[in-house]
């Protein structure tokens, strides 16, 4: 893969990076709003979440099977739209490949801080990694009922790691949230990206949403959204991907 390209010479590609216990169903919407606006796709799955659930469950080993997954890939021009998670794998992946990065991404709630992020430490510490927890994301969206505390173990050490890289963003960048996330803490990630990084997290509010628990952290699928919202949603994202970038980055 390269970063180097003209638009002008191919089709611009897109490749949709999945969250914690997501499906792949679940990004279907999304990926076909983009195809009909003329984009290729493709669809990465995380490490733990194909055929062999017990891989991606050891932090070291979950990041070199990214990696691998990352070098399969076409050559050629992308862009990059990851969720949650998949936002922190991107990122950990960048720090070390920056010949391969992507030329634009947008971020859907990256889970960069969690609420109550040293309490969920201590307590994941103090449990065995085998224990399950039932999971809280919708049920359409779910790729297991149930996650282990070292699925849980694994995403906080990704958090942990980013944070001590503590290193701004090498390319242009789109950050939105819901400030009513459920998992992410939506006042830390925007004030310590826009502190690192100057530039502005996208607070955008559903207050219309009644759909149960987790379901403000959903930021890619539209049955989370009003039609028009949907819309014009989308729209944003896909004027950032074709608008020249002014400002430079290293």
Do not use: C
Not at 59 to 71: A, G, I, P, T
Not at 99 to 122: E, G, I, S
Not at 158 to 166: E, I, P
Not at 232 to 241: A, H, N, Q, R
Request: no cysteine; aromatic share 14%; proline share 6%.
């Amino acid at each position: 893969m390269t970063n180097s390209y003209s638009l002008s010479q191919t089709r611009p590609r897109i490749l949709f990076i999945h969250g914690l216990n997501n499906n792949s169903d679940s990004f279907r919407p999304i990926m076909q709003f983009f195809k009909s606006r003329g984009f290729e796709t493709e669809f990465m799955v995380l490490p733990g979440h194909a055929d062999k659930r017990l891989h991606g469950q050891e932090f070291k080993n979950s990041l070199e099977l990214f990696d691998q997954k990352m070098r399969t890939l076409p050559e050629g021009p992308y862009y990059v739209i990851a969720f949650s998670h998949g936002a922190l794998y991107l990122q950990l992946w960048m720090e070390k490949n920056p010949d391969h990065r992507p030329l634009k991404q947008v971020l859907l709630a990256p889970a960069f801080y969690t609420h109550q992020q040293t309490l969920m430490r201590y307590v994941l510490g103090l449990l065995p990694s085998f224990l399950w927890i039932k999971s809280f994301s919708p049920k359409e969206f779910r790729r297991y009922e149930y996650l282990t505390v070292a699925d849980y173990r694994m995403l906080l050490k990704g958090m942990v790691t980013l944070h001590k890289m503590n290193t701004p963003f090498k390319i242009p960048t789109m950050v939105m949230i819901d400030p009513q996330d459920e998992l992410v803490d939506a006042e830390s990630l925007k004030r310590e990206v826009e502190k690192k990084n100057q530039l502005n997290v996208i607070f955008y509010e559903r207050s219309y949403l009644q759909k149960g628990l987790g379901s403000h952290h959903i930021l890619f699928h539209p049955d989370y959204f009003l039609p028009n919202d949907w819309t014009l949603f989308m729209s944003s994202i896909e004027d950032f991907f074709r608008s020249p970038e002014l400002r430079n980055h290293s």
